[in-house]
T-cell receptor, first 110, second 113 residues
Framework: AQRVTQPEKLLSVFKGAPVELKCNYSYSGSPELFWYVQYSRQRLQLLLRHISRESIKGFTADLNKGETSFHLKKPFAQEEDSAMYYCALKGRGYGQNFVFGPGTRLSVLP | DGGITQSPKYLFRKEGQNVTLSCEQN?????MYWYRQDPGQGLRLIYYSQIVNDFQKGDIAEGYSVSREKKESFPLTVTSAQKNPTAFYLC????????????FGDGTRLSIL
């Protein structure tokens, strides 16, 4: 079965500290992985996806197929990074559905 | 993302009353989705549709109904059979290709009076 887990409900770090939001998945095949972010009073929006291999707002995420993980990392956290982060999986191929993790609330302290 | 519009932003329902949440998109996306967002539970899929006049139940479809008469519109009705309807409801849309992300609306917060 498809499943996405995010073990931390809440993660608090100080400004300037490194941050890693964990995401593990189970999927029988090669999935597409995404990170979504929801800032206070804003809509849920795409942060990055593994296929793009990009860095957005200083965040990166590497797909580790051996560990079935897609952890989100940033070397120096900023206060404006405080938000709710969701890891999501989508099966490859046409017409596949998304599966979202429960989310991690990141709080960056001054 | 101004391409998806949900209305109203806030909605109040009396016990035993059906209410309909609106979702419209102008992104020409084939697929549309309804999620329920509760604290600590992430997003749970209620219904989804990949083509006009067809839709499928998600993980928590009981007490909800949808229609997809037009590609742009995917309204959700919360019926009186839904025992715990107070929640934040999110609508999303996407292209059907595997690597395409979802785009979300601003959401509707439903409360029971």
């Amino acid at each position: 079965a498809q499943r996405v887990t995010q073990p931390e409900k809440l993660l608090s770090v100080f400004k300037g500290a490194p941050v890693e939001l964990k995401c593990n998945y189970s999927y029988s095949g090669s999935p597409e992985l995404f990170w979504y972010v929801q800032y206070s009073r804003q809509r849920l929006q795409l942060l990055l996806r593994h296929i793009s291999r990009e860095s957005i707002k200083g965040f990166t995420a590497d797909l580790n197929k051996g560990e079935t993980s897609f952890h989100l990392k940033k070397p120096f956290a900023q206060e404006e990074d405080s938000a709710m982060y969701y890891c999501a999986l989508k099966g490859r191929g046409y017409g596949q559905n998304f599966v979202f993790g429960p989310g991690t609330r990141l709080s960056v302290l001054p | 993302d101004g391409g998806i519009t949900q209305s109203p932003k806030y909605l109040f329902r009396k016990e035993g009353q059906n209410v309909t949440l609106s979702c419209e998109q102008n992104l020409n996306h084939d697929a549309m989705y309804w999620y329920r967002q509760d604290p600590g539970q992430g997003l749970r899929l209620i219904y989804y549709s990949q083509i006009v006049n067809d839709f499928q139940k998600g993980d928590i479809a009981e007490g909800y109904s949808v229609s997809r008469e037009k590609k742009e519109s995917f309204p959700l009705t919360v019926t009186s059979a839904q025992k715990n309807p107070t929640a934040f409801y999110l609508c999303a849309s996407s292209k059907l290709a595997g690597n395409q992300p979802q785009h979300f609306g601003d959401g509707t917060r439903l409360s029971i009076l």
